[in-house]
């Protein structure tokens, strides 16, 4: 006879949680007080949150079940968490009761929260917005898993070193991950190589090799509710038998040797340079995960299914980005190689389960997989891709598209010098929708990339502007903002963001105001002690804190930026005298490893940081700082603290930004082109509030139309050419004056790609007004405040609720 099992019900308190992490240190990190390191703390305190999420996860998976859920497949590569401990307190809402806990055993709960390492298991926007949305499915009760790769090495770590960037490996899970849960027993082969041999009625794919994904389980809290989601990451483990089978042989070291180099294929995070590098290694990582996510998908789907008949009620497959498009050929392949369902059938579901989101315009950045590499690889995968395209292109003919060359420009094939498929092309004919993030984006990639498909398939394309999680960006980065909200406006904003727009009756409250900038003078404050901490660098927190901060590419326009520095340091220089707006330009970001220009331009800012922030002419009223290792938890120390929020790629080159969302959320002021989700910020906080300045998309198109020339911009203007011209000689490199002449050529000689020379004007005369409005404190505040009052539809929870309603058409589930 059994009695079952018997749970403790974790309360919230202080009292109980201290229990809980004294068990928690004691049985499950093995230490007792005297012990005990700050980390084994932090560890012990992390179980104990995640003893109570587990409740919820449970409950949670139990309703997904009774209720039949429809369930949302969320694939990506990339899943920029950052750190979880505060997060998942603020969801469950006991973040005072755990400071109480620790603080009665001797512990300050802010010093621990520091300790915990980002899982930074993303590039940038794409991988945070990944992160947002699951934030936002969790909170919003929709059924829905994040499925991806377990890197060992997440987003590499910067240094900088002699004002260049240094890149050491980030080892992330080196003190072991409290969060998540090895499942061991969710393990499925995946396979590469080999070759395809036709049988009477199927393909079989044979002569592989293989290697297991297991599972690694994360729980991913809702705000306020019980409903919770799942992450599920794959980590490589070389196959056992294979083992058994060297070892028989006797070749011991052979066979631990193999087992090492089937396993890289989760060992790292590839770099984004926004250009194709067409490595052997991604494509297999590629490939890893779609396929043992569709192997679990369908399990799951079978565990309560037994035929596919109510495959496409029950499931939604989303593509983030063409990165995980290889799900597409492999569930085709198990459903009519492994499960024989014919092979229209099996197109129907596909078509009925599959939705893509673009995020860039860029020609050179989207994917195309060499054929003879796949043809090695994934010789079935090819076949398939091959079938799509045929059966494709006959549709497409038979609508009308006779034009050969028509044909030629919208095969999955590009047969133009060496063949390669168009994985953006396999994502849109697969799927049922194709969006792209924000509304000017949209419309470019009908008009520009995907012309031909937009044509054919009107009805497949929609935008969804992107949206960030007001939990982490707001509540969580910006306390004192967040409680001067909440006394205003009332806390619910958390979970319908729109609320702030309450914050614009407090129009003209002076008492409100003068809180409104002391809040953010305190993250100034913050942010300075902070900083000088780490990099011995002071600075005035009343100065405008101006901040660029995002990955370092060419179309972002740091460069612009720093001329904008030159030329304020040269007028300052000229005038000493007159009463220059103090300001600190921050710069943070991350260059590709490869991208030699990149680190460039890390080296160029930091050079002028060194010339500028030691002249005493400056007198400290201007200073540059470089503050290395961006990522999620630095963005969160220092978005709260800008008042300028520099968003200045060249218009039609960023699908959307979320940076200049979470400046806006939190009261800074934008200075920015109309690019991206700048256009509907900028709508959306009335034009008074937000500097606009530079050629629009379509005045970028007719200016390289009709032939570009910035070195006539450069004779032309005085400043400029003043400011290049010491680029050029070393002004700022004296010790290696030819360091930036590559950067003078590529904007003065070399065309100027992305029109910095172009715009350079009206960018300086946008930061002349700048200043002159940061001088009226009372204006300057607010305006930041239309800002936050104006942000609230660029929610993440606006967006899910879109994608759940009008493309993965899903309910949140019941929660009773
Ligand atoms: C591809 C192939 C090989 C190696 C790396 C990659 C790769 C990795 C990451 C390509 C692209 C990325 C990331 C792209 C990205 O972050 N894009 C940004 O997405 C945001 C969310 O939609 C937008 O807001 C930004 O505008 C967009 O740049």
Same mark, same amino acid.
């Given at each position: 006879?059994?009695?079952?099992?018997?749970?403790?019900?974790?309360?919230?308190?202080?009292?109980?949680?201290?229990?809980?992490?004294?068990?928690?240190?004691?049985?499950?990190?093995?230490?007792?007080?005297?012990?005990?390191? &700050?980390?084994? *703390? !932090? +560890? #012990?305190?992390?179980?104990?949150?995640?003893? @109570?999420?587990?409740?919820?996860?449970? $409950?949670?998976?139990?309703?997904?079940?009774?209720?039949?859920?429809?369930?949302?497949?969320?694939?990506?590569?990339?899943?920029?968490?950052?750190?979880?401990?505060?997060?998942?307190?603020?969801?469950?809402?006991?973040?005072?009761?755990?400071?109480?806990?620790?603080?009665?055993?001797?512990?300050?709960?802010?010093?621990?929260?520091?300790?915990?390492?980002?899982?930074?298991?993303?590039?940038?926007?794409?991988?945070?917005?990944?992160?947002?949305?699951?934030?936002?499915?969790?909170?919003?009760?929709?059924?829905?898993?994040?499925?991806?790769?377990?890197?060992?090495?997440?987003?590499?770590?910067?240094?900088?070193?002699?004002?260049?960037?240094?890149?050491? &490996?980030?080892? *992330? !899970? +080196? #003190?072991?991950?409290?969060?998540?849960?090895? @499942?061991?027993?969710?393990?499925?082969? $995946?396979?590469?190589?080999?070759?395809?041999?036709?049988?009477?009625?199927?393909?079989?794919?044979?002569?592989?090799?293989?290697?297991?994904?297991?599972?690694?389980?994360?729980?991913?809290?809702?705000?306020?509710?019980?409903?919770?989601?799942?992450?599920?990451?794959?980590?490589?483990?070389?196959?056992?038998?294979?083992?058994?089978?060297?070892?028989?042989?006797?070749?011991?070291?052979?066979?631990?040797?193999?087992?090492?180099?089937?396993?890289?294929?989760?060992?790292?995070?590839?770099?984004?340079?926004?250009?194709?590098?067409?490595?052997?290694?991604?494509?297999?990582?590629?490939?890893?995960?779609?396929?043992?996510?569709?192997?679990?998908?369908?399990?799951?789907?079978?565990?309560? +299914?037994?035929?596919?008949?109510?495959?496409?009620?029950?499931?939604?497959?989303?593509?983030?980005?063409?990165?995980?498009?290889?799900?597409?050929?492999?569930?085709?392949?198990?459903?009519?190689?492994?499960?024989?369902?014919?092979?229209?059938?099996?197109?129907?579901?596909?078509?009925?389960?599959?939705?893509?989101?673009?995020?860039?315009?860029?020609?050179?950045?989207?994917?195309?997989?060499?054929?003879?590499?796949?043809?090695?690889?994934?010789?079935?995968?090819?076949?398939?891709?091959?079938?799509?395209?045929?059966?494709?292109?006959?549709?497409?003919?038979?609508?009308?598209?006779?034009?050969?060359?028509?044909?030629?420009?919208?095969?999955?094939?590009?047969?133009?010098?060496?063949?390669?498929?168009?994985?953006?092309?396999?994502?849109?004919?697969?799927?049922?929708?194709?969006?792209?993030?924000?509304?000017?984006?949209?419309?470019?990639?009908?008009?520009?990339?995907?012309?031909?498909?937009?044509?054919?398939?009107?009805?497949?394309?929609?935008?969804?502007?992107?949206?960030?999680?007001?939990?982490?960006?707001?509540?969580?980065?910006?306390?004192?903002?967040?409680?001067?909200?909440?006394?205003?406006?009332?806390?619910?904003?958390?979970?319908?963001?729109?609320?702030?727009?309450?914050?614009?009756?407090?129009?003209?409250?002076?008492?409100?105001?003068?809180?409104?900038?002391?809040?953010?003078?305190?993250?100034?404050?913050?942010?300075?002690?902070?900083?000088?901490?780490?990099?011995?660098?002071?600075?005035?927190?009343?100065?405008?804190?101006?901040?660029?901060?995002?990955?370092?590419?060419?179309?972002?326009?740091?460069?612009?930026?720093?001329?904008?520095?030159?030329?304020?340091?040269?007028?300052?220089?000229?005038?000493?005298?007159?009463?220059?707006?103090?300001?600190?330009?921050?710069?943070?970001?991350?260059?590709?490893?490869?991208?030699?220009?990149?680190?460039?331009?890390?080296?160029?800012?930091?050079?002028?940081?060194?010339?500028?922030?030691?002249?005493?002419?400056?007198?400290?009223?201007?200073?540059?700082?470089?503050?290395?290792?961006?990522?999620?938890?630095?963005?969160?120390?220092?978005?709260?603290?800008?008042?300028?929020?520099?968003?200045?790629?060249?218009?039609?080159?960023?699908?959307?930004?979320?940076?200049?969302?979470?400046?806006?959320?939190?009261?800074?002021?934008?200075?920015?082109?109309?690019?991206?989700?700048?256009?509907?910020?900028?709508?959306?906080?009335?034009?008074?509030?937000?500097?606009?300045?530079?050629?629009?998309?379509?005045?970028?198109?007719?200016?390289?139309?009709?032939?570009?020339?910035?070195?006539?911009?450069?004779?032309?203007?005085?400043?400029?050419?003043?400011?290049?011209?010491?680029?050029?000689?070393?002004?700022?490199?004296?010790?290696?004056?030819?360091?930036?002449?590559?950067?003078?050529?590529?904007?003065?000689?070399?065309?100027?790609?992305?029109?910095?020379?172009?715009?350079?004007?009206?960018?300086?005369?946008?930061?002349?007004?700048?200043?002159?409005?940061?001088?009226?404190?009372?204006?300057?505040?607010?305006?930041?405040?239309?800002?936050?009052?104006?942000?609230?539809?660029?929610?993440?929870?606006?967006?899910?609720?879109?994608?759940?309603?009008?493309?993965?058409?899903?309910?949140?589930?019941?929660?009773?």
């Amino acid at each position: 006879m059994t009695v079952g099992l018997e749970f403790d019900q974790l309360q919230s308190s202080a009292d109980a949680l201290r229990r809980s992490i004294s068990n928690r240190l004691m049985y499950g990190v093995g230490k007792d007080a005297v012990t005990a390191r &700050p980390q084994d *703390w !932090l +560890h #012990a305190a992390a179980l104990a949150v995640r003893d @109570r999420l587990v409740q919820r996860w449970m $409950v949670t998976t139990r309703r997904q079940y009774d209720q039949d859920a429809k369930r949302v497949y969320y694939l990506s590569m990339e899943f920029l968490i950052g750190r979880t401990f505060s997060n998942a307190l603020l969801a469950l809402g006991i973040y005072d009761q755990m400071k109480e806990a620790l603080a009665d055993v001797g512990i300050d709960m802010e010093s621990l929260i520091d300790l915990e390492p980002d899982a930074a298991l993303g590039n940038g926007g794409l991988g945070r917005l990944a992160a947002c949305f699951l934030d936002s499915m969790a909170t919003l009760g929709i059924p829905g898993f994040g499925y991806g790769i377990r890197y060992d090495y997440g987003m590499f770590r910067q240094r900088i070193v002699n004002g260049e960037q240094v890149e050491a &490996p980030d080892y *992330w !899970l +080196h #003190a072991g991950n409290p969060w998540e849960f090895p @499942r061991p027993e969710v393990q499925y082969p $995946v396979h590469f190589g080999g070759r395809t041999v036709q049988r009477d009625d199927h393909v079989e794919w044979i002569d592989t090799q293989h290697v297991n994904a297991m599972a690694y389980d994360t729980v991913i809290p809702g705000y306020a509710t019980d409903a919770t989601n799942t992450l599920r990451l794959w980590s490589a483990r070389a196959d056992e038998e294979l083992d058994l089978s060297a070892f028989n042989k006797g070749d011991y070291q052979g066979a631990v040797e193999t087992r090492n180099e089937s396993e890289n294929v989760s060992r790292l995070l590839y770099p984004d340079d926004s250009t194709m590098a067409g490595r052997e290694l991604r494509l297999r990582q590629e490939y890893f995960f779609v396929s043992a996510t569709m192997q679990d998908l369908i399990r799951r789907y079978l565990r309560t +299914h037994s035929t596919f008949g109510r495959f496409s009620e029950k499931v939604a497959v989303h593509l983030n980005d063409t990165h995980p498009v290889l799900a597409i050929p492999e569930l085709l392949r198990l459903l009519v190689d492994v499960h024989h369902l014919p092979w229209a059938e099996a197109m129907g579901h596909i078509r009925r389960v599959f939705s893509y989101t673009n995020h860039t315009l860029m020609p050179e950045a989207l994917e195309t997989w060499d054929l003879e590499l796949l043809a090695r690889l994934l010789p079935r995968h090819l076949q398939i891709i091959f079938d799509i395209n045929a059966a494709f292109l006959t549709e497409a003919s038979d609508q009308g598209a006779h034009d050969l060359d028509l044909i030629r420009r919208i095969s999955l094939v590009d047969e133009f010098g060496h063949r390669r498929v168009r994985m953006a092309y396999l994502a849109i004919v697969a799927s049922h929708t194709v969006n792209g993030v924000s509304k000017l984006h949209s419309q470019l990639m009908q008009r520009d990339i995907f012309a031909d498909f937009a044509r054919l398939y009107p009805e497949r394309f929609t935008n969804v502007t992107n949206g960030i999680t007001p939990r982490r960006w707001l509540a969580q980065a910006n306390p004192p903002l967040a409680r001067l909200i909440d006394e205003s406006v009332g806390t619910n904003w958390r979970r319908d963001l729109l609320e702030l727009r309450g914050l614009r009756n407090l129009r003209g409250d002076a008492a409100f105001e003068a809180a409104f900038h002391a809040a953010k003078r305190c993250n100034k404050v913050r942010l300075v002690q902070r900083l000088t901490q780490r990099t011995g660098i002071a600075f005035d927190p009343d100065a405008l804190f101006d901040m660029q901060v995002k990955r370092i590419h060419e179309y972002k326009r740091q460069l612009l930026n720093v001329l904008h520095v030159i030329v304020r340091y040269n007028r300052i220089r000229e005038n000493p005298q007159s009463d220059w707006v103090p300001r600190v330009v921050l710069f943070a970001g991350k260059a590709a490893s490869a991208y030699r220009m990149a680190k460039t331009i890390i080296k160029l800012i930091n050079d002028v940081a060194e010339k500028v922030n030691s002249d005493p002419a400056v007198g400290g009223r201007l200073k540059v700082v470089f503050v290395p290792n961006y990522g999620v938890s630095v963005a969160e120390l220092m978005i709260p603290a800008a008042d300028l929020s520099e968003q200045i790629s060249t218009a039609g080159t960023e699908a959307s930004g979320t940076g200049n969302m979470k400046l806006a959320l939190n009261g800074a002021l934008t200075i920015g082109t109309l690019d991206g989700a700048n256009i509907e910020i900028g709508e959306s906080v009335g034009p008074e509030h937000i500097f606009i300045f530079g050629h629009t998309s379509d005045q970028v198109d007719a200016l390289r139309a009709s032939g570009y020339r910035p070195r006539q911009i450069y004779e032309d203007n005085a400043e400029l050419r003043t400011a290049l011209d010491q680029i050029r000689t070393g002004f700022f490199s004296p010790g290696d004056p030819a360091r930036f002449l590559d950067i003078f050529h590529s904007l003065v000689d070399w065309g100027d790609h992305y029109l910095v020379m172009a715009d350079f004007a009206a960018f300086i005369a946008a930061q002349e007004e700048v200043d002159r409005r940061f001088v009226d404190v009372a204006g300057w505040t607010a305006s930041a405040i239309e800002n936050v009052a104006g942000v609230g539809q660029f929610s993440s929870d606006r967006a899910i609720s879109e994608y759940a309603s009008d493309i993965w058409r899903v309910k949140p589930l019941d929660m009773g």
